[in-house]
């Protein structure tokens, strides 16, 4: 299982905090982003699974809106990797790994360590 842990947040110009302050620009490693495609969509950007979210990270089009998407597509599937993981960052700093919940956990991103061999609680 593949473990990114938060360690590969960086916050540029602040210490690096769960959630971060308000307005800190957040970076985060290529590497994080495709593990949580990986588990989201099974690493498929431009994916339209019919569940109501979309693109690699399955954002749902109004937090897609909110966090400034529209700027580079309609949907995040119509957008590129890079768009994604742009608008991804904001929904980071706005929600935190929380937008993300069960694949963040799993990832180790928040809630402590996966549980062993993926089971209940990872």
């Not at 109501?52 to 949907?75: C, K």
């Not at 990832?107 to 062993?116: E, F, M």
């Amino acid at each position: 299982m593949l473990r990114l842990g938060i360690a590969v947040v960086v916050l540029v110009g602040v210490a690096a905090t769960p959630g971060g302050p308000a307005g800190a620009a957040v970076r985060v490693a290529d590497m994080v982003w495709d593990g949580l495609a990986e588990c989201e969509s099974g690493g498929d950007w431009q994916a339209d699974t019919g569940n109501g979210y979309y693109g690699g990270l399955q954002i749902w089009p109004p937090t897609w809106e909110v966090a400034g998407g529209l700027h580079f597509a309609d949907r995040p599937d119509h957008a590129s990797r890079r768009e994604q993981t742009t608008v991804g960052e904001e929904i980071l700093r706005r929600q935190g790994w929380e937008a993300w919940p069960d694949c963040a956990r799993e990832l180790g991103l928040i809630g402590g360590a996966p549980a062993p061999g993926g089971g209940p609680g990872s």
